[in-house]
């Protein structure tokens, strides 16, 4: 344990003074715990009223909470570190964008994606892209009818079941487990 955690030693002391001791300990012990809740009451009031009191002006939690982090963004950003990086990074940018190996980069680049959009522009004009182009389409419009009549035919059969609920006993289609569905 450390010194500040230790009782103090009341060893010196007698029998008598020592309880007169802790008898004084304990009694300030209790007032002390006696303000504390008393503190806490008056804390409990004071922070009902600012509720109320932002409340009565429209303050929301959000509303603090979003003004507290616009302040700290605006203190970072006027704080002297944020200003140097601010100004290294700009120096840096420039530099960089400058720099010869930087152009001949960014031209290269430019080349690259211009060629390809131009390649892909002729693939879309090629007889064989088209083919594909409608293959696929019209695989995308069976599926598509496919799925919409099953949706229709389910639909037909819940609607047979809701008009036959008269006491008349509806029965599920059987699908056969060996054909596929579509």
Known sequence: ??????APDL????EEEREKQEAEWKEELAQ????IATLRTVLAAKLRKSAELKRNLGITVWKEVSDDINQGIKNVKESNVYQTVET?????????????????TTSLFGGITSNISSKLGQMKQSDSFRSIEERVGSAYENVKTKVVSRSN????????????RS???VTSPTIP???PLM
């Open 1 to 6: 344990m450390a010194a500040g955690d230790q």
């Open 11 to 14: 060893s010196h002391l007698s």
């Open 32 to 35: 002390v715990e006696d303000e």
């Open 88 to 104: 290294k990074v700009g120096q840096v940018t420039k530099a960089v964008t400058e720099a010869p190996i930087y152009q001949k």
């Open 153 to 164: 035919s389910q639909q037909s059969l819940a609607d047979e079941a809701s008009r036959s």
């Open 167 to 169: 006491g008349s006993v």
């Open 177 to 179: 487990e060996d054909k």
